[in-house]
């Protein structure tokens, strides 16, 4: 059985470790805030997650089913529409996975 002071060792290093590894991004990120490109990825990222989410999408849809295309493309046109208008990536996100789950779930043989 481990000793008192073995254990109380363990804790501390656990401790230290943890607290270290939640500070250091706040540590890394503080010069970096002042960055050009940091500030033009907090403009460009969005658009390039929803990129790379249409593309993952339409890239798993298989054209031969009609179950995979009939909630594809309406979802697709959602997040488009919602995007567009709204600019918002979490409620583009949102809206065409809502429209995208309720036409899969309808269109399920």
Do not use: D
Not at 24 to 48: D, W
Not at 52 to 74: H, K, M, Q
Request: aromatic share 6%; glycine share 4%; proline share 8%.
């Amino acid at each position: 059985m481990p000793t008192p002071l073995y254990l109380a060792a363990a804790v501390a290093v656990s401790t230290a470790i943890t607290w270290g590894l939640r500070a250091l991004p706040f540590a890394v990120l503080t010069p970096l805030r002042r960055s050009a490109v940091l500030q033009y990825l907090a403009v460009q990222m969005p658009t390039g997650i929803m990129l790379i989410l249409a593309a993952y999408t339409l890239y798993e849809a298989r054209p031969t089913t009609w179950t995979t295309v009939v909630p594809t493309l309406p979802a697709l046109a959602v997040a488009i529409g919602l995007h567009l208008k709204t600019r918002n990536a979490v409620i583009s996100v949102l809206g065409a996975t809502a429209v995208h789950v309720l036409l899969s779930t309808l269109l399920q043989p």
